[in-house]
């Protein structure tokens, strides 16, 4: 997420030399519309691409993730790309592949201490890492952020891969 540096660049801007944003571009202070952008990205990619949100923001999530680490990461880190696309970005999804038990090979790319290491953020309280779905969906920021100038008075530098 780009928010945290492109929200420190705009409060902050004489305490900063410039801002380098990685795949994800820059979005001005707005109220965010999470219903608006399921029917958005589902009429436009042909699925919710943070429907998985919506998990996230249910009460019982944590408990759900903590006690399904290994499936979780699974999903997080497959080597089938498509899952990405397929079981954990849509609405329920994501919930349903851990309900359902489901396993998958990993990424090569993934070593164990990598796992041990997600694993340890997932089971020692995710809570706190859930909280900015939480806090995106419910728009907590928009009273401090809705007088913010929204233009960056910095150099940036935007990276995206393909």
């Known amino acids: 997420d780009v928010r945290p540096a492109t929200r420190f660049v705009l409060y902050h801007p004489e305490r900063t030399l410039g801002l ?19 029917t958005f990205t589902k009429k436009n990619l042909g699925y919710e691409t943070v429907g998985y949100w919506e998990f996230f ?11 399904n680490p290994d499936r979780l990461i699974d999903l997080g880190y497959a080597n089938d790309s498509t ?23 990993r990424a090569s790319c993934l070593t164990h201490k990598d796992c041990e290491i997600i694993r340890k953020c997932i089971t020692e309280g995710i809570q706190p890492k859930l909280n900015w779905y939480k806090s995106a969906i419910d728009n907590v920021d928009w009273d401090d952020e809705k007088s913010l100038d929204p233009t960056i008075k910095r150099p940036v530098l935007y990276v995206a891969a393909m």
């Open 83 to 105: 899952l990405w696309k397929t079981d954990f970005p849509p609405l329920s999804k994501a919930r349903e592949w851990l309900a359902k038990e489901k396993t998958t090979t």
């Open 57 to 67: 923001d249910f009460n019982d999530a944590a408990k759900v993730l903590e006690g």
């Open 20 to 38: 380098i944003l990685f795949n994800v571009g820059y979005r001005a202070p707005t109220k965010f519309d999470f219903e608006q952008t399921l």
